[in-house]
């Protein structure tokens, strides 16, 4: 008998599984725009070395506030550095600091909610009180806090953004796991003595990857928010490295006569976080079942 005529009618194999998946995101404009928007900024960050027209920390006193001309194609600023060059670099360190919270908060917000919602008890309790805790102050209040304490640098803006960005993470995981652990495959898995880390990893997480997946996606917008606001203010990454919201602060005393800096950052920064936020809710619309057909 063939494999075809042994297949169970109306289960889907991998491949198919991914097709239908794929083929439904393809479907969401947002995913297409955004998807683009992100794409293009992740490689114009991992490929910044080499199409930076000119060397970012490279100066020309002489030449200051220059408008775009051929040479400098967005001008140069208050130190006759290349503009475009900064950008490009600075998509770089805009990036590296997202994907680095963005790993940090996953892993510690999706492990501690997980046990929250699983285990229950006194871990749920003690967790859940940290979590609501943090969450009683404003995100950017407590991560200019401990920027302060801890000093400006590229570090500590990984370090503050991580320290408020896990606790939503967490008690969205644990909402998550609340639902999933009600079903009749969670209850066969633990009368046929499957570990809790077993559980955890073969049952909970690739049933609540898909949601975890669209607020990752929003949230890597609203954390290059977050680093341009601090370094805006002083408190993130400093010179010479470059920043989006380090050149908007740059480009403010000379907005009126050259706004050029200032506003070619300020655009650069809003594209990419629209980029994400498309994608983020484009993957909403595609994976969550209660919006399919809307």
Do not use: C, K
Not at 135 to 155: N, T
Not at 226 to 238: H, K, N, R, V, Y
Request: proline share 6%.
């Amino acid at each position: 008998m063939s494999a075809s005529a042994t297949s169970e009618p109306g289960v889907l194999s991998a491949s198919q599984g991914a097709y239908r998946v794929l083929s439904r995101l393809l479907r969401q404009r947002n995913v297409v725009i955004g998807g683009t928007i992100v794409l293009i900024v992740v490689a114009i960050a991992i490929l910044a070395p080499w199409i930076a027209p000119h060397p970012i920390d490279r100066t020309d006193l002489l030449n200051p506030w220059s408008p775009p001309n051929a040479d400098f194609l967005l001008g140069t600023d208050r130190l006759g550095r290349d503009i475009l060059s900064r950008l490009i670099m600075g998509s770089r360190t805009s990036l590296t600091v997202a994907g680095s919270v963005l790993v940090v908060t996953l892993v510690v917000g999706v492990t501690l909610g997980m046990i929250a919602g699983y285990v229950g008890g006194w871990p749920e309790s003690l967790i859940m009180r940290v979590v609501d805790s943090t969450l009683a102050f404003p995100e950017v209040v407590v991560a200019i806090l401990v920027a302060s304490a801890l000093g400006p640098g590229q570090a500590t803006v990984i370090v503050a953004l991580s320290l408020v960005w896990w606790p939503g993470i967490a008690r969205l995981t644990r909402s998550y796991v609340l639902a999933v652990r009600e079903e009749l495959f969670i209850d066969a898995a633990i009368v046929a003595g499957t570990s809790s880390v077993s559980i955890f990893w073969r049952h909970l997480l690739p049933n609540i990857a898909a949601p975890l997946l669209v607020r990752a996606s929003i949230g890597v917008g609203f954390i290059i928010m977050a680093e341009a606001t601090l370094s805006f203010i002083g408190l993130g990454i400093q010179e010479p490295m470059p920043s989006w919201g380090g050149m908007i602060r740059d480009g403010l005393p000379a907005l009126r006569t050259d706004p050029y800096l200032a506003l070619f950052s300020s655009i650069m920064l809003g594209i990419v976080v629209i980029g994400f936020n498309l994608l983020g809710d484009g993957l909403r619309a595609a994976l969550d079942p209660r919006l399919q057909g809307r």
